[in-house]
């Protein structure tokens, strides 16, 4: 069952404050078994993730598919690092994850088992991505 607790939340923040220290996170858990990660402040080039979307231009909002960071073509290896510090700092941070990150599910058969869930984004839906 899915499940993430404070301690590992605080162990993303803090490796993604290591990894990216002049751009701004917030780095949230949302019931038990979610972590949200949005950026809400970074460089200009960032805002290039919004072309073509039109409500994303306008909100300064967007939804990250980390599954396929290859859609955010130059940005597709920060899309990559945050992924994967989502899925590896945990590991040795003393929480609930200890053991790390892992995924046996199969949706072929409806079966769904994962350490916790990832989601990240560009901005926040009430608070708009600022570029510094």
């Given at each position: 069952?899915?499940?993430?607790?404070?301690?590992?939340?605080?162990?993303?923040?803090?490796?993604?404050?290591?990894?990216?220290?002049?751009?701004?996170?917030?780095?949230?858990k949302?019931?038990?078994?979610?972590?949200?990660?949005?950026?809400?402040?970074g460089?200009?080039?960032l805002?290039?993730?919004?072309?073509?979307d039109?409500?994303?231009?306008?909100n300064?909002y967007?939804?990250?598919?980390?599954?396929h960071?290859h859609?955010?073509?130059?940005?597709e290896?920060?899309?990559?690092?945050?992924?994967?510090?989502?899925?590896?700092?945990?590991?040795?941070?003393?929480?609930?994850?200890?053991?790390?990150?892992?995924?046996?599910?199969?949706?072929?058969?409806?079966?769904?088992d994962?350490?916790?869930?990832?989601?990240l984004?560009i901005?926040k839906?009430?608070?708009?991505?600022?570029?510094v």
């Open positions: 069952m899915a499940y993430i607790d404070n301690t590992d939340v605080k162990a993303i923040r803090t490796e993604l404050k290591k990894a990216f220290p002049k751009m701004k996170f917030s780095v949230r949302e019931h038990h078994s979610s972590v949200h990660i949005s950026i809400v402040k460089p200009a080039a805002e290039s993730i919004f072309e073509g039109e409500y994303a231009a306008k300064r967007s939804q990250l598919n980390h599954f960071p859609f955010y073509g130059e940005h290896a920060l899309v990559r690092k945050i992924s994967e510090i989502a899925h590896t700092a945990p590991a040795g941070a003393g929480g609930a994850n200890n053991k790390g990150y892992y995924d046996n599910s199969d949706a072929m058969t409806d079966y769904f994962t350490a916790y869930y990832v989601n984004a901005g839906w009430d608070k708009p991505y600022e570029a």
